[in-house]
């Protein structure tokens, strides 16, 4: 989904890609949409840490390691199209930066404060619930007609318990906190995100009544 943030105070223009984490075919939409648009900016809803680490791993692919819910993830979005990892939304933009040789930002949480948050919210009992649901989740699947209807489903899974939907309200509001911090501070900027993180990230935006939104489907 492409999108379209229009900043109220300047009316200043940013355009962002909400795309879904895994699948090939959105790699080269993320890749088309990057060269439309030839921002002077790139930020990515992944973390500054994950941003070095996809750029080492473009110098020098390494297996990475996955979790339950990842692997439970890629199997039931691959009825839609092939699945690969690291998601080609972000191999792709990684690969448009350091072709236009643009800074690409972490816009997500860095590793430290998402851990203070981790270990704020989530307690043990409800890691044992999250866990135990894997089997049920991996048996009855998730619905939707399409790759966006599946991954809307799949967050509404994932933050079922309060304490995950708090982290990821956390996460989106550091987001909104970054994408303010680089307004208009080098040209034009575009932002490329999970499309998983999209609505959240959007309702964290209209609570502050700072931006216009329109949305543009593929």
Known sequence: MIFKLIYKPTNREIMGFAGIKGLVSQG???KEFLESVNPDLLLISISPEEVKGLGEFLKDPFEMSLSDYEII???LLSKFGEVMTPPPIYIEAMKFAELKGIQIVGIDMD????QKTYSKEISSMTLVRHSLRKKKLMKKGVSGDDPYSFVD?????????????????ARVANMLKELNEYIGKQGTEAIVMD????SRFIMEIEKTDQFRVQRYTL
């Open 195 to 198: 499309y998983e993180l999209f």
């Open 111 to 114: 590793e430290d404060n998402f």
């Open 28 to 30: 080269e939409r993320v």
């Open 73 to 75: 993830y890629g199997l």
């Open 153 to 169: 489903e799949w967050a509404k899974e994932m933050t079922r318990l309060k304490s995950f939907e708090h982290v990821e309200d």
